[in-house]
């Protein structure tokens, strides 16, 4: 028993030892004029290495900002009143082409049923696939052969002619230097997104029967995110267009009195 005893007590005073011995081999480490990787980590940043990095930050800040108003002065510049009329009535021919023939002829296998396009709460993947298996395989070579070579043109003339429609509104009532004209990159990032979408309907429309859920959540994604740009932005429009009204009538009334 005596023996038994004696070795765990001995075992247990060179675990103390052990312990004792990496704890203070620890602190030595944990010391920077231990470990000199400590101390150059510890150590302060160079004022001078500061200030580079927040110039550099800085100016990549005002590049972007003069890449956006360089952008905003180009639309500015090309917003005038024939320009707009010409690019809104190609824009509106290309519109009602889509809505009034590809579309019904994409779906007139099953025409209660909406396409990807016109669907702006989105879609899950069921839904996708029963719109796929409904407007059938002659429906899904027109998606491919005619819907989706006119949606690719759309959203470009929906960039150009909306942008310069609302900067034609803007300068009627705003300085050139009003930040308010920055909310013209609305139409362009909803007209992206469209794009997006209409790549993203390629692939699952190649991928049919096939569809990946994720591919069908980032297309529902871009569908949803294009709907709610556009309806902002057509709200902004509409305001513009009052205002334009509005500001018209006073003028007409104060000529008159």
Not at 7 to 24: D, E, F, Y
Not at 45 to 67: C, G, M, Y
Not at 188 to 195: P, T, V
Not at 244 to 255: D, I, N, R
Request: with cysteine; proline share 4%; glycine share 4%.
């Amino acid at each position: 028993m005596n023996k038994i005893e004696s070795c765990t007590t001995k075992n247990a005073q060179q675990s103390v030892h052990l312990t004792g011995g990496i704890l203070r081999h620890f602190r030595a480490f944990s010391r920077p004029e231990q470990n000199p990787a400590l101390g150059v980590l510890s150590t302060p940043a160079h004022p001078q290495v500061t200030q580079t990095v927040s110039q550099l930050l800085i100016s990549d800040v005002i590049v972007q900002r003069e890449f956006q108003m360089k952008i905003i002065e180009r639309i500015q510049k090309y917003s005038t009143g024939k320009n707009v009329i010409i690019l809104f009535s190609i824009t509106m021919v290309v519109y009602l082409t889509i809505l009034l023939y590809s579309i019904p002829k994409v779906v007139s296998s099953a025409p209660e049923i909406k396409l990807f396009d016109v669907s702006p709460s989105g879609y899950t993947t069921e839904y996708a696939i029963s719109l796929l298996n409904a407007i059938g395989q002659e429906g899904r070579e027109l998606y491919l052969s005619l819907q989706l070579p006119l949606d690719f043109i759309y959203p470009g003339l929906f960039i150009i002619s909306y942008s310069l429609l609302f900067a034609w509104l803007l300068k009627k009532n705003y300085s050139l230097e009003s930040k308010v004209y920055y909310a013209i990159y609305i139409p362009i990032f909803a007209g992206l997104f469209d794009y997006t979408e209409n790549v993203l309907i390629i692939m699952m429309l190649k991928t049919y029967p096939n569809l990946n859920s994720n591919l069908v959540t980032v297309a529902s994604f871009a569908t949803i995110t294009k709907s709610i740009l556009s309806s902002i932005f057509f709200t902004l429009l509409i305001a513009g267009i009052i205002q334009v009204v509005w500001k018209s009538l006073f003028k007409k009334q104060g000529v008159q009195s």
